[in-house]
């Protein structure tokens, strides 16, 4: 049975092939959406959201593309982890607008292509869920564009750029602000706080940052079955600093506790416990 490093199935626009166009928009302009899928024991999880995700932000990018053939794709990719007995995966999806000519204007493009990456699941130790991560403060900011705040697109540079200022074992994430210092997101992951009146929060992400997936899912599913309620806020770090709990969130880990950042330190508390208990009865839908 292949192990988390041991495997790879890639397919492009359907075939089995990991060979792609030179004049391919994903790659001279970033021009594309991305989703990251858990897949475990024979499922992609949260597989309806991540749909609608893409499929909304294509609709905000005019980007169009045939779904049922992306679903084809998804389909020949969860059978080969099955016949390969992968018990847990992570799958990419890749849409990007596809080939045209030379320069910006998107008239001469030809069909979106497609691109499914499936590889080993990263290790996250059950210890960090237990006792909590320690994060770090990136002077890497994001960038405020209403056109584009939300989408989970191909121009992440911003993201590595973040991710190259440490290489500490111990960080488990840095978290990002824009250019008001307004804290958005981790560098690949969504944040949540618990402030000293029990209320959870979650920046806002009108003008920058990713909406992820599991943040989503927690926004409207599971903290309301949980009884609790979400503000999305403007995110200084005195309130980060003020916080009685801080937890770290994205399809892939799910809900991750944060204790440190710096000299500042957080319990882990009974909002994220609570939360962590509903997101591992219910990850596996």
């Excluded at 059978?79 to 030379?102: C, D, M």
């Excluded at 993201?159 to 190259?164: K, L, P, Q």
């Excluded at 440490?166 to 944040?191: K, P, R, V, Y």
Aim: charged share 20%.
């Amino acid at each position: 049975m292949p192990n988390a490093e041991e495997f790879s199935f890639v397919l492009v626009n359907g075939e089995t092939t990991d060979q792609l166009s030179v004049q391919d928009r994903g790659l001279l302009y970033g021009d594309g959406l991305f989703e990251t899928i858990a897949y475990r024991n024979g499922k992609c999880e949260l597989i309806s959201q991540h749909r609608r995700r893409l499929r909304s932000g294509c609709d905000r990018l005019h980007i169009f593309f045939e779904e049922q053939q992306l679903d084809g794709d998804i389909e020949q990719c969860v059978q080969y982890l099955k016949h390969q007995a992968v018990s847990a995966a992570v799958i990419k999806v890749i849409v990007t607008r596809g080939v045209g000519h030379r320069g910006y204007g998107t008239s001469a493009c030809g069909a979106a292509s497609r691109i499914i990456i499936a590889s080993g699941f990263p290790d996250v130790p059950a210890v960090l869920y237990k006792k909590g991560v320690s994060i770090r403060r990136c002077t890497t900011t994001v960038s405020s564009s209403v056109i584009l705040a939300g989408l989970k697109h191909l121009n992440r540079l911003e993201n590595v750029m973040a991710r190259a200022e440490w290489d500490d074992a111990d960080i488990f994430e840095g978290l990002m602000q824009d250019n008001n210092g307004l804290i958005i997101e981790g560098t690949m992951s969504n944040l949540f706080f618990v402030d000293g009146k029990q209320q959870l929060h979650t920046p806002r992400l009108t003008s920058a940052g990713v909406a992820g997936v599991m943040r989503k899912h927690i926004i409207d599913h599971l903290a309301p079955v949980e009884g609790l309620s979400i503000k999305e806020t403007q995110v200084h770090w005195s309130m980060l600093e003020d916080a009685e709990e801080v937890f770290l969130t994205n399809s892939i880990i799910g809900v991750v506790p944060v204790i440190e950042c710096g000299a500042t330190k957080w319990m882990k508390g009974p909002v994220t416990e609570q939360l962590l208990q509903a997101w591992g009865r219910s990850h596996h839908v």
